[in-house]
Every structure is written in C-alpha cells, then in structure tokens.
Nanobody
Framework: QVQLVESGGGLVQTGGSLRLSCTAS????????MGWFRQAQGKEREFVAT????????DYADSVKGRFAISRDNAKNTVYLQMNSLKPEDTAVYYC???????????????WGQGTQVTVSS
C-alpha cells in the first residue's frame, strides 16, 4: 500500500501562487508515476498534471499549461505542484495520486491522497 499526504493548500488572491506538496510512503517513491488531480464543487474530478517515474517527463492539462509546474524529489519521497497566476476557476480540492505504471490512464491511478483545498478569491 502507498500512503499519500498532501499539504500546502489555502486561500490566495487571483494572480497569486501556491505550492502543493505530496509525500508518499509504503513503496519506493522512484517506482511511482505521480499525478495531481482536482475536483471543484459540483464538478467531476479532472486531471491536472503528471510526472513519470522514469525520465521525469511531464504532462499538463491545457487549462494549467504555462502556469503550473509539477516536479519530484525522489530523495524526499515528495512531488510538488507549483501553481502560479492562479485564477478563481482553479478553486478546487487538489488530490495527489500515484501509480506504478509508467503511463497510467488518467482515469485510473491506484493510490490517492485525502486532498487539500485551494481557494482563489477574485
């Protein structure tokens, strides 16, 4: 089993920045592809970003490209999501996810964190 704990959410004004962190335990972190997802109130959960377990290549949702950056520190068992130029539509609960596959389907990651709230005020 993999346990994921997110932190770093909060309230920020439009145009501000936040950095989310997710620390994993229970499995060798470097063997996991990591992802960030979000779910706004009344909406379905959506993909935000992913970073592969091999090579560290990244992929982003079109809505966050150029504003968000995902990174990982395998020595700290932690994945980050740097969020810049935040907009009110970025308001959501952000979830960290992990999967041992190199290319897990966006709709299916094996392990999920509890989520952290991000609220962007206008």
């Amino acid at each position: 089993q993999v346990q994921l704990v997110e932190s770093g959410g909060g309230l920020v004004q439009t145009g501000g920045s936040l950095r989310l962190s997710c620390t994993a335990s229970g499995r060798t972190f470097s063997s996991l592809t990591m992802g960030w997802f979000r779910q706004a109130q009344g909406k379905e959960r959506e993909f935000v970003a992913t970073i592969k377990r091999i090579g560290g290549s990244t992929d982003y949702a079109d809505s966050v490209k150029g504003r968000f950056a995902i990174s990982r520190d395998n020595a700290k068992n932690t994945v980050y999501l740097q969020m810049n130029s935040l907009k009110p539509e970025d308001t959501a609960v952000y979830y960290c996810a992990a999967d041992p596959a190199l290319h897990p389907p966006r709709s299916k990651y094996d392990y999920w964190g509890q989520g952290t709230q991000v609220t962007v005020s206008s």
